[in-house]
């Protein structure tokens, strides 16, 4: 999965929207483009990953005990260790 916006082709699970109001909303900032579109296309083939050369495997029992934490300056750390140990915050 990607994202080409404002001329700009970032690996999808690497992007992150950064502006919700100006062109330039998504940035990948810990990988490069995978590729700039201008009068030219630069490629950064580098980057690219290979095409997938066996055979579909569908997931059909995942793990839904998936926890997503946006953490921030200041965060309280004792509230993350009392929820590891299973205390309710």
Known sequence: MVIFFNSV???GNRAIKVD???LAAF???NLPPLATVGATVQANRQLWLPPPTG???VHRQLD???LVL???PGFDDGALAGLVRGRVL
Request: zero cysteines.
């Open 9 to 11: 082709l970032l690996r």
């Open 20 to 22: 919700s109001q100006g």
């Open 27 to 29: 940035d990948s900032p």
């Open 55 to 57: 055979r579909l495997r």
């Open 64 to 66: 839904a005990r998936v």
């Open 70 to 72: 946006r953490l921030s």
